[in-house]
């Protein structure tokens, strides 16, 4: 995966609270220490960017992404969701929070809120539970995060 693609994601993943500034300092000086010819120079911005807030990081990976489409980088983005919800129940109820951070920024993803209701009435005592819940998610990440065939 390219270097802009990558930074397209790291910048939407911050931007829903999948990554934390650290996450994408660490992306980007694994990325210096690995790439033998950098071109794009604000790799480096990023990679000293510890104190920066999400925006002004925000900011600076939309310039090392180049525009990279949004539509192109969201299968990737699902399989991240993914790997991170299987780690726990707490890291699915992190990916719905996620999701429904991501339903604010494109269209098309009428799964994100149904998520997030689902886990206030399991909850409550209401409808399903916890462990079915989780199982859902997975599934439903699994299937955004497999590519369009062109």
Request: hydrophobic share 40%; aromatic share 8%; with cysteine.
């Amino acid at each position: 995966m390219d270097l802009k693609t990558q930074a397209q994601i790291k910048r939407i993943g911050l931007l829903i609270g999948l990554y934390k500034i650290g996450d994408v300092v660490e992306w980007a000086e694994k990325m210096i220490r690995d790439l033998d010819d950098i071109e794009e120079y604000a790799i480096f911005d990023i990679a000293g960017g510890q104190m920066l807030n999400v925006n002004e990081m925000s900011s600076l990976l939309a310039q090392l992404s180049g525009g990279e489409d949004f539509e192109n980088v969201l299968p990737h983005l699902y399989a991240g969701l993914k790997s991170k919800a299987q780690n726990s129940s707490a890291g699915a109820r992190l990916i719905v929070s996620c999701l429904a951070n991501l339903s604010s920024l494109t269209s098309g993803n009428e799964g994100s809120l149904y998520f997030k209701d689902a886990f206030e009435d399991a909850d409550k005592g209401i409808y399903g539970n916890e462990s079915s819940l989780t199982n859902e998610l997975l599934f439903f990440l699994e299937k955004k995060s497999q590519f369009k065939s062109n």
